[in-house]
């Protein structure tokens, strides 16, 4: 689950990293208040909109305001706009920083090696990205083993590698502190900026949780009262949905939905629809079961965002026969109201039993094709031709 900045935030402050003063507004008159409370008529104050994307700033989903007067009219800009399809409920509104240098810091799960990477930057900011791209040797990447975790020597190493200025290894420390305790696979600091006074300052933050704790991390319904309070995305209410009915799914920011059975196999096929030049809509892993319950349930979910114009099953049988995904799919149609072409790939144990279960029982909008390529070519049209 990840969280929205304020709430990240939060869980930074708890554990000893400085972070500015800030306040969450979800109204202009809300926002008005919250900037007299921070003093803003006397040094300003910043406005952040509140999704669950990158980019805000780009976007325009930051502001300085002046005042508190300024601080309601940005704050009524910003609320309701969208931000990579992610409409802004709330903003947080923050005492500015006299800002120095900015830094990047990081530490992320990587599932390959079995352990996670702190990743380090001296050019943090809206453009690490680009950085980490045309210069590679500027992001540090240190490996770190969950066993030792981040030690003094293991955090002035990260430090080094990153030059991080003096002071830095114990706020990754700090840092990795939230990673453990919170039973997070991401926390991002970006920037970590030192101010003029040469303190280590958080002045944005991501943290993603890992669900499968949920069951020792009674606070993370707290956390969803919080989100759901203020309002959720397509892309939020949709993974919200899909985690009500069990399901692994994410929502991007395409138009081919997609459906598959096993991580590996759903990212392949996200990499095809790229390649036949459409973009992926989510991503959607239905596991090893694919009865009609399953079926239907993955279905409304994806027809259930609104920029899908196609969507792509692509399953492979192994332990479920695709006569039993077949099976899946019919009585799922007969369930839900198809409204998007649907291109069905099955290859693998009992394929072709299951294809000729779908030629038996065809719909309007139901289409066959044999291989991974063929069928992300055609949901790809297919997109293409309903955005037309």
Known sequence: MDLFEHQARELFERHGVLVPEAHVARTGGEAREAAVRLGADEHGVVVKAQVKTGGRGKAGGVKRAADAASAELTARQILGMDVKGHTVHTVMLARPVAVEQEYYVSFVLDRAQGQFVAIASAEGGMDIEEVAAARPEAVARVPVDPADGVTEEKAAEIAAAGSLPEGAAPVLRKLWQVLCSEDALLVEVNPLVRTAGGELVALDGKVTLDDNARFRQARWGEEREQDEGGGQS??????????????????????????????????????????????????????????????????SVVLGDPSVRSVLVNVFGGITACDAVADGITQALARIRLTKPLVVRLDGNNAARGREILDADPHPLLEQRSTMDGAAERAAELATATAA
């Open 234 to 299: 397509d892309g939020d209410a949709l993974e919200a949905l899909a985690a009500e009915k069990g399901l692994n799914y994410v929502k991007l920011d395409g138009e081919v939905g997609v459906i598959g059975n096993g991580a590996g196999l759903v990212m392949s096929t996200l990499d095809v629809v790229a390649k036949c030049g459409a973009k992926p809509a989510d991503f959607l892993d239905i596991g090893g079961g694919a009865s009609a319950q399953v079926m239907a349930d993955g279905l």
